[in-house]
């Protein structure tokens, strides 16, 4: 478990991070807060459903899916608008793009790392 949950981070990161850059971020505090608001947002949604998979089933790990990745794109949204010098892209819609990249990245990419 603990494996899958370094996997997932540092990936995440990495997605996030290059997307960032891609989208014009380059101040190194900026690049800080992603990384923050990753490793407090990713640990939850990359651990709870796999334990709601297997005690409880698919269903409520879809479900809780859900739930998680709303939260998570909530609270890097409010440590963006909080922290962020970047302004080209408003919080919520960079909180959006960045979280869509790398779970679409993440979802083409699990069955090659795992």
Same mark, same amino acid.
């Given at each position: 478990?603990?494996?899958?949950?370094?996997?997932?981070?540092?990936?995440?990161? +990495?997605?996030?991070?290059?997307?960032?850059? &891609?989208?014009?971020?380059?101040?190194?505090?900026?690049?800080?807060?992603?990384?923050?608001?990753?490793?407090?947002?990713?640990?939850?949604?990359?651990?709870?459903?796999?334990?709601?998979? &297997?005690?409880?089933?698919? +269903?409520?790990?879809?479900?809780?899916? &859900?739930?998680?990745? +709303?939260?998570?794109?909530?609270?890097?949204?409010?440590?963006?608008?909080?922290?962020?010098?970047?302004?080209?892209?408003?919080?919520?819609?960079?909180?959006? +793009?960045?979280?869509?990249?790398?779970?679409?990245?993440?979802?083409?990419?699990?069955?090659?790392?795992?």
């Amino acid at each position: 478990m603990a494996y899958s949950l370094a996997v997932c981070l540092a990936l995440t990161l +990495i997605f996030e991070m290059f997307a960032a850059f &891609v989208l014009g971020v380059r101040e190194k505090g900026d690049f800080f807060y992603i990384f923050f608001a990753n490793v407090f947002t990713n640990p939850p949604v990359s651990t709870i459903p796999l334990y709601l998979s &297997v005690r409880c089933g698919l +269903i409520y790990r879809n479900i809780s899916l &859900v739930i998680l990745e +709303i939260f998570a794109l909530f609270a890097e949204y409010f440590i963006y608008r909080r922290f962020l010098a970047y302004k080209k892209i408003p919080p919520f819609l960079l909180s959006l +793009i960045l979280n869509a990249f790398s779970y679409a990245a993440g979802f083409l990419l699990g069955p090659y790392v795992f």
